[in-house]
């Protein structure tokens, strides 16, 4: 029958249904294979968080593990432009602020108080320029920042001057503008040996401090850089040697001492201090471009491989880099 309609019978379709030996079979490649799906989008996801994200490779770097209580503990921070474009920023300013902070944590994960100056972060864009791969370095000492400046260390100094971490391990890392540093481990132990001896005379010149005669007190401080020339006290001790003589202390009160001239000296002395910048800074301030170029130039010499001698460096470049615009 030509007209008659073509019957369309349905396609079978055979399916294998698991039978009760191979069910478990099935059933654990299919779980296989679903944490491994789970694996790689997971993955996925933080690479493209990370790329996209990250600005800055923050890092941080301590010259040691083991420190002395009361003993200075110096953190140098490094941000690096990790993106393919120039960035505006404030730069490593003084912690902690909205854009740099430095996070301690005792040997329990639990968060130290700070204890720093804290600083009210302006609005306005950053006046630092960072092209790709370029980078901004400063160094902080972690007791200005975290340091107990109670008297319940075991010794009797000037808190106030020489804070501390009680003793114990701590881990301390960094963040800037959201990006974090990688971690650090470092450990607070008691004086031992010629430390102790240095503390028990920081603790005689702290003593017969006054305020109506400093000169004494400053005669016993004075006394440690020269009979200790290697302590790790050493460079606040001659600081205050200097600072509580007569000839600065009534200087200062009189106003006819000059700071620049005692932070020119601490810097020759001390010049993998971290103090470094502040120090710089003093000796450049009210001067032009030629004339801070021909300062830092001469630090770079004197003090190669330094903390000194990087910042004067990394503060050269910047007035080289503004020229360069200018052009």
Partial sequence: MANESRRVFPRVVHVMLPTSGNCKEVMRQFLNKTRLLSLLVILLLCSSVYSSDNKWDVRIE?????????????LDVTVTNSTSDTLRTHGLMQPNNSEL???????????????????????????LLLEPNDHDYNCFNILELYGARE??????VSCSRFPYLPEGTYTVAAEYEGDISNELSINVVAPYGQEAEVLKKIEEAYQIWSQSDTDPSSRVYGEIPRDYPNSVYTELCYYLS????????????SGAF????????????????????GWLLSLTDQKNEDEKTAIYDKLINEHPNTRCSKMAGLLKKRILAKREVRK
């Fill in 151 to 156: 008297c319940k260390s075991g010794y009797e």
């Fill in 242 to 253: 200097r600072f509580y003589s007569h000839e600065i202390f009534n200087g200062f009160r």
């Fill in 101 to 127: 902070s430095v996070f301690l944590k005792d040997g329990n994960g639990k968060q130290v108080e700070y204890s720093g100056p804290r600083f009210l972060q302006t609005s306005e864009p950053g006046r």
């Fill in 62 to 74: 301590s010259s040691k593990q083991v420190y002395m209580l009361h003993e200075p503990i110096v």
């Fill in 258 to 277: 000059n700071l620049r001239t005692l932070n020119r000296e601490m810097l020759a002395k001390y010049p993998n201090s971290a103090n470094v910048k």
